[in-house]
């Protein structure tokens, strides 16, 4: 009898920010001028002399997620909610990352809904979490596990599901350049995972259908 193959689960570690030689902000001003030039335009004109010190600048806002931990949002949790159990969900926080094969934004907003186990987190924090990961160089499906493994990870919630939609400015202002077009991705544990029942519940909440 043959024997059956199953497929190799891909591991992928990417290195924390200590792990890594980070250029100093003078080299990276540096980088940008290069860049600048490299453009055809003259980085010692009036009007670029001074942007290498603004894209670093902000660069350093864009991709602040690096050096925050989001498990750290999440370990203050109230018990105290007269017994609810019913869903929780936080519909519609906007978000902006930047697509890891070209640095160029994707914008939308992500859905977040669980239910509790032990206790429930501050609404806000769900949206800290989205941010700190959103903050960095990322790709949509990258970005949709790690926002739901790590509030998995520190709830344990009986469920969690998590949606994001996003227009990708890689597919609009360049290559097939197509406005418009919008982007979807989810993640399902627990009870959201086995029952499609749910999985519908969720997606009509999101939809502001309500149950």
Known sequence: MDAVLKPVEKTFERKSPDQLHRPSREEAEAAVRTLLAWTGDDPDREGLVETPKRVVKALS?????YFEDPAEHLARTFEDVGGYKDIVLVRGIPFHSHCEHHMLPFIGEAHIAYYPAEGVVGLSKLARVVD???KRLQTQENLTAQI???IDD?????GLAVMLEAEH????????QKPGVSTITTQF???????PAEQAKFM??????GL
């Open 61 to 65: 806002q864009l991709y602040s997620g």
């Open 132 to 134: 700190i990961y959103a």
């Open 148 to 150: 739901a493994s790590v």
């Open 154 to 158: 520190a709830l344990a919630p009986r």
């Open 169 to 176: 400015q890689c597919m609009t202002m360049r290559g097939v």
């Open 189 to 195: 544990t627990g009870v959201f995972q086995d029952d």
């Open 204 to 209: 009509s909440l999101v939809r502001g259908k």
